[in-house]
C-alpha cells in the first residue's frame, strides 16, 4: 500500500474486512466504469509521429477493456472502427481497404497494417538512397555545366541568327465553304446542331415515353379511386442519384404493393409454347381467354412499374435504362449496382456512425433521432453491439452545453439502456426550454419595473425641488415654499 492508505488501515485487525473495503473502493464493477472505458475507446485517434503498430496495440487493450466491462461487440465492427482511427498519412489507404468486398476481422485487418508498415518503411529507405545519388549527380552535372558555359552561348547565338519562323504554325485548318443545312461557315453538315433527323429523333422518343407514361399514370390513378384505397405519395420522392437508393427503392416498393404490381419486379413474363400448331399452356386447367387476360395484365402491370421506376430517376440514369422494357430488368439492375451487401457498405455506415456529433444551435431530440438511424444502420448490416455499449457512445457525442449533464449522468451505479438515456434526455431538454422561458418573462418583468420606476422619478423630481422639511414639536412636516 502507500502510505497514505497504511495509515488509513493499519488500526484494522481483520485482513477480510480490509480487502472488502477496498473492492468496494476500487473494484465495483459500476455503470460510470463502463462509460470512462467507452470513452478512451471512442476518442482514441492515431497519429503520424509515433509507430502504428504501437497505437494498434493500444487500441486493442482499449477494445479488451470494453469487452472486459460486458460490453458485446462483434469483431467485425471492432475492425471498422480501427479503420475509422487511421492516422491522416494513411488516408489513401484506408480508402483501398474500403472497397474490398470481404469483411476483414480485427486480426486480418492489423496483419495487413503490418506488411504496409514494413512496406512504407523499405520505400523510405530506398527514396532516401536514391536521393543521395541524385545529389551526386547534380554537383557533377554543375561542374559539367560550368566548363561549357561559353560553348552553349555562342551555338544559342548561332541559332539564334539563322531562326526563320515558319509560316501559320498557330493556325488550326477550317474547312472550307458553307454548311448545307444552315448556311453557316465553320463546321460540316454532319456536324451541324440544326439536322432535322436529329431533332425528330429526340423528340419522338420523349413524346412516345410521355404518352405512354401519361397513359399508365391515369390507368393507375383511376384504379386508386376505384379501390378506394389511400396510396403514399410519389411526389416528394427524390430522384434516384446512387447515393439514396435503400429509401428510394422501399418506398417504390410500398408503392407497388398497394397497386398489386410488385410481382413484376420478380416474375418473368408468361409465354405460350408454340409448336407444329400446337399451343402448349404453362397453366393446367386454364383457358386461351384466361391465359391471353393474363398476358394483357402482366404487359399493362409491367408498363406501370417501368413507367414509375423511370420517372424517378436522374437524368443519367433515365438515359441508361430507357431502352430497357422490363420492368424487371431494371429493379435487379439497380439492386445489384447500388444495393448490393458488401464489406464497404458496413465500413462506410460504421465510419458515419462514429464520425457523427450533435451540436448546440440545433434540436436535441432531432439529433438522437439521427442517431438511432445510424445505429439501425448499423446493427441491420449484421454488426451486433449491446444497447449499453450503444447509450455510452450516444453519451460521448453531447453538445458542449450539455458537458455538466453528461458528467452527471457517468456518476450513476446503474447502466442505461439506449431507450432510458433518451428518455433522460427529453425531459432534461424540455426542462431546459422552461427554464429559458421563465428567464426571459423575468428579464422583461424587470425592464418594466425600471421603466415605471424612471417615470415616477421624473414625475416627483419638481415636487421634490419646491418643497421642504421643517420640525416642529418632534414632527417632521413638509412646507411648501
Not at 447500388?338 to 462506410?348: M, Q, S, V
Request: glycine fraction near 4%; aromatic fraction near 8%.
Amino acid at each position: 500500500m502507500s502510505n497514505s492508505l497504511f495509515d488509513l488501515f493499519i488500526n484494522q485487525k481483520s485482513a477480510k474486512i480490509i480487502w472488502e473495503t477496498l473492492e468496494k473502493k476500487y473494484g465495483a464493477d459500476d455503470a460510470g466504469k463502463k462509460k470512462y472505458v467507452v470513452g478512451n475507446w471512442l476518442w482514441f485517434q492515431m497519429v503520424d509521429d509515433k509507430p502504428i503498430m504501437e497505437q494498434v496495440h493500444v487500441y486493442e487493450n482499449l477494445v479488451t477493456e470494453v469487452l472486459n466491462e460486458g460490453m458485446e461487440m462483434c469483431e467485425i465492427l471492432q475492425a471498422n472502427v480501427l479503420l475509422e482511427k487511421f492516422p491522416p498519412l494513411w488516408n489513401d489507404y484506408r480508402n483501398q481497404l474500403k472497397h474490398k468486398k470481404r469483411d476483414l476481422s480485427l486480426q486480418e485487418l492489423i496483419s495487413h497494417m503490418r506488411t504496409e508498415e514494413a512496406n512504407r518503411l523499405k520505400d523510405k529507405q530506398i527514396s532516401n538512397s536514391t536521393s543521395s545519388v541524385k545529389v551526386n549527380l547534380v554537383e557533377s552535372a554543375g561542374t559539367s555545366k560550368n566548363r561549357n558555359k561559353g560553348k552553349e552561348k555562342n551555338v544559342k547565338d548561332h541559332q539564334r541568327k539563322n531562326f526563320t519562323p515558319r509560316q501559320n504554325d498557330h493556325k488550326i485548318q477550317k474547312p472550307k465553304g458553307s454548311c448545307y443545312v444552315c448556311g453557316k461557315g465553320g463546321h460540316k453538315a454532319y456536324q451541324c446542331k440544326d439536322r432535322k433527323d436529329q431533332q425528330n429523333q429526340n423528340q419522338s422518343l420523349d413524346t412516345e415515353f410521355n404518352h405512354q407514361f401519361e397513359s399508365e399514370i391515369l390507368s393507375s390513378l383511376n384504379m386508386a379511386v376505384s379501390l378506394n384505397k389511400v396510396f403514399c405519395d410519389l411526389s416528394k420522392l427524390e430522384p434516384l442519384d446512387g447515393t439514396n437508393y435503400k429509401r428510394w427503392s422501399q418506398k417504390l416498393l410500398i408503392f407497388f404493393e398497394q397497386l398489386e404490381i410488385d410481382y413484376v419486379l420478380s416474375q418473368d413474363a408468361p409465354q405460350n409454347e408454340t409448336t407444329a400448331d400446337i399451343t402448349i399452356v404453362p397453366l393446367i386447367g386454364s383457358t386461351r381467354i384466361e391465359i391471353d387476360e393474363a398476358n394483357r395484365k402482366f404487359e399493362k402491370d409491367n408498363r406501370t412499374a417501368r413507367g414509375h421506376l423511370l420517372n424517378h430517376m436522374s437524368n443519367s440514369l433515365f438515359d441508361l435504362f430507357i431502352n430497357q422494357k422490363s420492368a424487371k430488368v431494371i429493379w435487379e439492375t439497380l439492386e445489384k449496382k447500388y444495393g448490393a451487401d458488401d464489406a464497404g457498405k458496413k465500413k462506410y455506415v460504421v465510419g458515419n456512425w462514429l464520425r457523427f456529433q450533435m451540436v448546440d444551435d440545433k434540436p436535441i431530440m432531432e439529433q438522437v433521432h439521427v442517431y438511432e438511424n445510424l445505429v439501425t444502420e448499423v446493427l441491420n448490416e449484421g454488426m451486433k453491439m449491446c444497447e449499453i455499449l450503444q447509450a455510452n457512445v450516444l453519451l460521448e457525442k453531447f453538445p458542449p452545453l450539455w458537458n455538466d449533464y453528461r458528467n452527471q449522468l457517468k456518476h450513476k451505479k446503474r447502466d442505461l439502456s439506449l431507450q432510458e438515456l433518451i428518455s433522460h434526455m427529453r425531459t432534461e431538454e424540455a426542462n431546459r426550454l422552461k427554464d429559458k422561458q421563465i428567464s426571459n418573462s423575468t428579464s422583461s418583468v424587470k425592464v418594466n419595473l425600471v421603466e415605471s420606476a424612471g417615470t415616477s422619478k421624473n414625475r416627483n423630481k419638481g415636487k421634490e425641488k419646491n418643497s421642504s422639511t421643517t420640525t416642529y414639536r418632534g414632527k417632521t412636516e413638509w412646507i411648501d415654499k
